[in-house]
């Protein structure tokens, strides 16, 4: 299984920012889509992730005026990502060991999907679930 099978499962847009936009702004993209994270981009690279956790590192720093800082300020900029064909559970490996929840996807330097621990942990179970049954209806007609 790979990251390009979720892909495929999924649609809609992937919600992004910019490094010029305010945290402010930012933060009413991921309340109002009700998201965690959000890639930054520079035309289709991914220089930073904006995330939840950015936001409450930045608030403690400097309170209410975090709000008006730049994202470029409060970003994540030691990208990790992945490609299409990384497997699974290779990539929720590296998002164990490295104690993060977010994963964009990149393609020939262009991000071409955003993924969560939680969309390959949802892909896994199914998975697991569906060879269960399979094995269960493979016993009982035996």
Known sequence: MTIQSILHTRSGEIFSCTA????????EILAEKRIGALPVLDGEAVVGIFSERDV???IRELGHD???QHVRDVMTADVISVELG???IGALSLMTKRRIRHLPVVEDGKLVGFISIG???KY?????E???AAMRDYIQSA
């Open 20 to 27: 010029d936009m305010s945290v402010s702004q930012a933060v």
């Open 56 to 58: 409450l590192y930045c």
């Open 66 to 68: 975090a709000m008006d």
């Open 86 to 88: 990384k497997s699974v």
């Open 119 to 121: 969309d390959l942990v």
């Open 124 to 128: 896994r179970i199914d998975k697991i």
């Open 130 to 132: 569906s060879e269960a």
